[in-house]
């Protein structure tokens, strides 16, 4: 809950997480450990195809010191698919064949991955990926048009033994997207089309030791490189330069990261476990409009560095005193960084942020947690040296209006601390044998200082001035700055019921925000939603039916009521088939209706 991947809009271009209203550099997006930093305002963050991803995880706020800058919303960690998550134990080798069709936007999509296991210590699989998409059709009608996509991706892996206790794993991952839409992805549409290729290439390796009959600590340690692109082509004269333009934005990631992790303690009543380790990462970006500089894509490097250091601590005392389990985290991560471009000077600091949770369970089906931590969040290149142009209104021939890029050196990263606290309940055989309760209830507070915060200063035209005279007099400036105090809080209630026959989940989530020296409403904030998945098991056809439904609340927490959103409710149909005669073969169809009504 309080969880989002499309708040850039329908388009894979586009598509960007959020977490608790962030989104952004303050999600931290890694790939099997390596991050992903590839942020723009108008492009996506996710380039890699789900077909080969087997695990996505969700951390929400700065739930943990083991990750660093950009960790304000919370870390999205994907992990790839592996050949012994395909393996059954008695084969050695297998193919999965995949293939589908969306009508909603006339994509069809086929996968083919082979895996094997050639010997003993060595595991190998190859996985491919074809789609191809056209115009988007839009709940009541309409089209999002253009809205191409010509997608191939690609993974290889190999994980073998080195020796007892010893493993290495390398990856090799692509992300090819050849589209046609709009400069910006994000919007409507109509003008300013360009020809994108958006490229994205994860190279991986990770070394692990793990012995159990050693107190030596058990160790990982990930080299990775990254280069993500989203370039493009115009194919009009309708944006801010001329048709057949070569727009270019790399980013560029190397990173190294190690962690240990030890078994300090370990009895019927104390439990002691330590994890801590380091890391470093380089991001450069790259950016040019034929033969000059792209405006709002300047060229800058930036150097990370982190230490961290987490402890968890459990505490019982079977023989009758305290009931139940005590479970201490305390933490602490050292992060630094320094950024440089050729437009202005360095921007640089470093900080200390610790964390500390509780939980207590009073029984094995109950908890009550507490935690307490603060973040630290770097500003980013774009943040710190915009330039050029942001926007042109056309009035007539030798009149526009100019909003232009502010570059801001000075600004300061952003610090919060987060008080979470809240509850959790599961019950078994509670109305039938075999059913399955789970409840957790959590609410958070954030306190920020130099929250940073695109400002967007635009005359209106003929209301604040004329644009015939005199010149100038209605352009605007786009400028990253400092919100010096800011709060938010919100709630999430999750709730999931299983019998044998059936399936409900339930979920609900707010947010609320200001900034508390103007009271201003935060630009982050997103309505409050509920979710309902509901699903009916059909054992006698080895099929399972289910419905889902997302409802959000009219969203009135602005401070124009021209930004006001009405509220909506979207259903789901879905119904999967799993022929128990060919469980050996995993063969399986899935079917969907989604936005049933096209709100």
Not at 148 to 155: A, F, Q
Not at 270 to 293: H, I, M, N, P
Not at 317 to 330: A, M
Not at 363 to 384: G, K, N, V
Request: glycine letters at 10%.
């Amino acid at each position: 809950r309080g969880v989002s991947t499309a708040t850039g809009g329908p388009r894979r271009t586009g598509e960007k997480p959020s977490i608790r209203g962030f989104s952004g550099p303050d999600v931290i997006v890694t790939l099997d450990g390596a991050r992903q930093n590839f942020n723009s305002a108008h492009d996506g963050r996710f380039f890699v195809d789900p077909a080969l991803l087997k695990q996505v995880e969700v951390l929400r706020g700065p739930a943990s010191a083991l990750y660093g800058s950009g960790g304000t919303g919370g870390v999205i960690e994907l992990r790839t698919v592996s050949a012994n998550d395909l393996l059954p134990e008695d084969q050695t080798a297998g193919v999965d064949f995949a293939a589908g069709y969306n009508t909603v936007n006339n994509e069809s999509v086929a996968v083919i991955t082979a895996y094997g296991k050639p010997s003993k210590r060595l595991d190998l699989l190859a996985s491919i990926t074809k789609r191809d998409s056209d115009n988007i059709e839009l709940g009541g009608g309409g089209v999002l048009k253009p809205s191409e996509d010509d997608i191939v991706s690609t993974l290889l892996k190999a994980e073998i033994g080195l020796a007892p206790y010893h493993r290495m794993e390398a990856s090799y991952l692509t992300f090819a997207n050849d589209a046609t839409e709009p400069n910006n992805g994000q919007g409507l549409g109509g003008d300013s089309l360009a020809d994108k290729q958006i490229r994205s290439t994860t190279w991986r390796t990770t070394y692990h030791y793990a012995n159990p009959h050693t107190r030596l600590p058990d160790l990982n340690l990930t080299l990775y490189h990254t280069e993500t692109a989203a370039d493009e082509r115009r194919l009009d004269d309708l944006g801010l330069g001329p048709r057949g333009e070569r727009l270019k934005r790399d980013v560029d990631t190397n990173g190294i990261r190690i962690d240990a992790h030890s078994q300090l303690i370990s009895s019927d009543r104390v439990t002691a476990q330590l994890t801590y380790g380091a890391e470093a990462y380089r991001d450069q970006q790259d950016g040019a409009a034929g033969s000059a500089e792209r405006d709002s894509v300047p060229d800058a490097e930036s150097d990370f560095y982190g230490l961290f250091l987490q402890a968890e601590l459990q505490f019982s005392d079977p023989d009758g005193g305290i009931p139940g389990r005590l479970l201490v985290i305390p933490g602490v991560r050292y992060d630094d960084y320094q950024t440089s471009s050729a437009l202005a000077q360095d921007n640089s600091d470093d900080e200390l942020s610790p964390r500390f949770g509780v939980s207590y369970l009073p029984t094995e089906s109950s908890m009550l947690f507490a935690s307490y931590a603060d973040a630290f969040r770097a500003p980013t290149f774009d943040e710190l040296y915009l330039t050029g142009n942001h926007f042109v209104i056309p009035l007539g021939p030798g009149t526009n209006v100019v909003n232009r890029f502010v570059s801001n050196p000075d600004l300061q990263p952003q610090r919060t601390t987060t008080f979470e606290y809240g509850a959790g309940l599961t019950l078994n055989d509670l109305m039938w044998s075999g059913d399955h309760l789970q409840l957790k209830f959590s609410q958070f507070r954030i306190d920020g200082e130099d929250f940073i915060d695109l400002s967007v200063e635009q005359p209106a035209l003929f209301v604040d001035c004329n644009p015939f005279f005199p010149p100038g007099a209605c352009d605007g400036t786009t400028r990253s700055a400092n919100v010096p105090n800011a709060k938010l809080w919100g709630s999430e209630l999750e709730l999931s019921y299983h019998t044998q026959r059936t399936r409900l989940r339930l979920g609900y989530s707010n947010i609320d925000g200001k900034n508390t020296d103007t009271n201003e409403k935060l630009g982050v904030l997103t309505p409050d939603q509920l979710t309902l998945d509901a699903a009916l098991k059909l054992p006698a056809l080895d099929a399972t039916l289910g419905w889902r439904m997302l409802v959000a609340k009219h969203f009135d927490e602005v401070n124009r009521a021209d930004e006001e959103r009405d509220g909506y409710a979207v259903h789901d149909l879905y119904f999967t088939w799993l022929p128990a005669s060919h469980s050996d073969r995993r063969l399986r169809f899935d079917f969907g209706i989604d936005n049933l009504f096209d709100v």
